[in-house]
């Protein structure tokens, strides 16, 4: 939800006092204001960087600022919505940063604005252990930042005004915290030496086998040469064959 500020003065303190929203402005009556006519945030950004007072001269409801709009010391900015609808969007970084200057900001929405703390250191890696002493764990990491004005930082010695603005959906963030270290490694030991290769033995046959192999071989040859049995009552001899007695 949006939170509305009317004629509220904020100061570097960070206390809140009623605020006289014209003596922002005094300085830069005699040469008049500027006046936009156009929705560029780069035309918005010229603007400011010259100082002054700066009046829109037409609606802008989703005005995305290119950057964060900066307001130095010795330079004063008043930002005028003139009657006009002006929502000032900073798309994920921060909308305006005084530091010694002077800003006000009057009838203008101010949303989406947000600023990230920086994320914490890692921590240290434990140390390896050894063969006679134990590994170590690792550090704790580091806190992450603190972070400040989502929307609008204010320095030391900084005034900013407020009149009759929204602030909406601006957020400040802090950091991660740094991931924690890797612990050391375990014990160390030697590692034994790997054995011999052995060889696959290939089996070789003994006199005994090779003899019964050479007598199967003779039987097989003789059994070849064996002519078949003939007809029951007959001799059979050769290729010829006599009725037998």
Known sequence: ???????????????AVLAAAGLAVADAAASGPTVLSTCEASALAHAVSHG????????????????TLSVPAG?????????????????????????GGNLTV???????????????????????????????????GKPGAGARGGAIYIAAGSTVSLTNDTLSNNAAVGG????????????????????????????VAGPGARAVMASRARRA???RRVAPAGPVGQRTVGRSSTPGR
């Open 1 to 15: 939800m949006g939170m509305r500020r009317r004629s509220v003065e904020l100061c570097a303190s960070g206390m």
């Open 52 to 67: 002054g007072t700066i009046d829109f001269g037409l609606e802008c409801q989703d005005l995305v600022l290119s950057g």
């Open 75 to 99: 330079r004063t900015v008043d930002l005028e919505g003139n009657g006009y609808s002006v929502t000032l969007i900073g798309n994920g970084r921060r909308l305006f940063s005084v530091s």
């Open 106 to 140: 009057g009838g203008i929405t101010l949303g989406n604005g947000r600023v990230t703390g920086a994320s914490g250191a890692s921590g240290t890696q434990g140390s390896s252990g050894s063969s006679t002493q134990a590994a170590t764990a690792g550090g704790a």
């Open 176 to 203: 991660n915290g740094g991931v924690g270290g890797l612990g050391g490694n375990g014990l160390s030991g030697r590692m034994a030496p790997a054995g011999p290769r052995v060889r696959r033995a290939h089996p």
């Open 221 to 223: 040859r003789m059994a």
